[in-house]
């Protein structure tokens, strides 16, 4: 964009050079942070932050069943490896072929509320303190003919 600037005398060209100097220097600081901000958008805490909320993670499982599939695959290899550790070949292979089943029928909610009644577990309850109740005086002396 052209501009016609009238410069007349020698203190107007100076002007003119001071002004786009600091326009030139104002546009590279400009650029260098919107550069940036472009480039944080797309970095991997961004990227985390965005995408791997649990709603976001429960509407993609809702279309896929992601956390089925992952559980389909881990569930028989974690309880082969601990609860059917002496187990044999057969034993093994029934239990598998069960876990698998019942690792994609698991959903993202059905994992959560494990999660949750694993962890209240845990955690503990916390202990109810009964109170007592405090005798309740009806203003009748306790030598009282009526008590």
């Given at each position: 964009m052209k501009t016609n600037k009238n410069i007349r005398t020698l203190a107007d060209l100076?002007?003119?050079?001071?002004?786009?100097?600091?326009?030139?220097?104002n546009k590279g600081i400009m650029l260098k942070y919107d550069t940036k901000?472009?480039?944080?958008?797309?970095?991997?805490?961004?990227?985390?932050?965005?995408?791997?909320?649990?709603?976001?993670?429960?509407?993609?499982?809702?279309?896929?069943?992601?956390?089925?599939?992952?559980?389909?695959?881990i569930l028989p290899m974690l309880l082969n490896s601990t609860v059917f550790r002496?187990?044999?070949?057969?034993?093994?292979?029934?239990?598998?072929?069960v876990s698998?089943?019942?690792?994609?029928?698991?959903?993202?909610?059905?994992?959560?509320?494990?999660?949750?009644?694993v962890k209240s577990i845990f955690t503990g309850k916390k202990d109810k303190v009964k109170e007592e109740v405090a005798f309740i005086d009806y203003g009748i002396p306790p030598d009282s003919e009526t008590y």
């Open positions: 100076h002007l003119e050079i001071d002004r786009l100097k600091a326009d030139y220097i901000t472009y480039i944080k958008q797309f970095s991997l805490g961004n990227l985390i932050k965005r995408y791997a909320t649990p709603n976001s993670f429960l509407k993609l499982d809702e279309k896929t069943n992601i956390s089925g599939k992952i559980m389909s695959i002496g187990s044999g070949l057969i034993t093994k292979a029934i239990a598998a072929l698998g089943k019942v690792g994609k029928s698991l959903d993202a909610e059905h994992l959560s509320g494990i999660f949750n009644a």
